[in-house]
């Protein structure tokens, strides 16, 4: 088995321990996809289960994200042989993106995970922490100017292969294909948000949103 395959492996196995999950079931057995809006993420964490509960979630979900792209990518395996140059460099963005699939698909969890953000932002930083600040201030200028969370992550995470091309960072196509195909997973687990849109009724961030109070 290739040191590619098994990296990617390993990545969706630690993705798939979804810090929500594993907290609830730490205090009790509680199952926040059964509460607010039955999304596994801090989000709904933080709405149905408070500040304390959210954090955690927030420290593992970001944590493992920082781990599979930063720790896990580089390890040596033993016995395995080393991927080829062409293909090295790709490692890193790879299991990036197998945690986040582990997060929105877990298999220790029946496959009903969260939406991914919060293990993007780990492995943003696990790639290369410049790749925050774009993503950050995508996502509350919109948050600001639009007042809707869902699409100001969705646009903070278009915000990555859009950032990658304009400065030239390196290595350039593993970080752009990566950006493209976390936009799409993204925007994917949104879509309940974009329904919620189109039709209306997608609340706003109220105490952020900049026309707060003269909005619907």
């Known amino acids: 088995m290739s040191e590619l395959l098994i990296k ?19 205090r009790g057995g509680v199952d926040i996809r059964t509460l607010g809006s039955g999304n596994a993420g801090g989000t ?36 395995i042989a080393a991927a080829p140059a062409q293909l090295r460099v ?17 298999l220790w969890h029946g496959f009903r995970g969260g939406k991914g953000v919060a293990t993007l932002v780990g492995v943003v930083l696990g790639l290369d922490a410049s790749l925050l600040l774009p993503m950050l201030l995508t996502w509350f200028a919109a948050v600001v100017l639009l007042g809707f969370v869902g699409l100001a992550s969705m646009l903070a995470a278009a915000s990555l292969p859009i950032y ?53």
Not at 165 to 189: H, K, Q, R, Y
Request: with cysteine; hydrophobic share 50%; aromatic share 8%.
């Open 8 to 26: 990617f492996l390993a990545s969706y196995l630690l993705g798939s321990i979804v810090g929500s999950l594993l907290v609830g079931r730490l």
């Open 44 to 79: 709904n964490a933080l709405r149905t289960q408070g500040k304390s509960f959210a954090l955690w979630v927030l420290v593992i979900d970001i944590g493992k994200g920082w781990i599979a792209t930063r720790l896990v990518a580089p390890m040596l395996l033993p016995g």
């Open 90 to 106: 790709w490692v890193p963005a790879a299991c990036g993106v197998a945690a986040i699939v582990g997060h929105v698909y877990p």
């Open 164 to 216: 990658v091309s304009i400065c030239g960072l390196e290595p350039g196509l593993p970080l752009t294909t990566f950006g493209v195909v976390v936009t799409a997973i993204i925007v994917f687990t949104h879509r309940s948000n974009i329904a919620r849109m189109r039709a209306g009724t997608e609340p706003r961030a109220r105490r952020l949103w900049l026309f707060g109070r003269h909005g619907p």
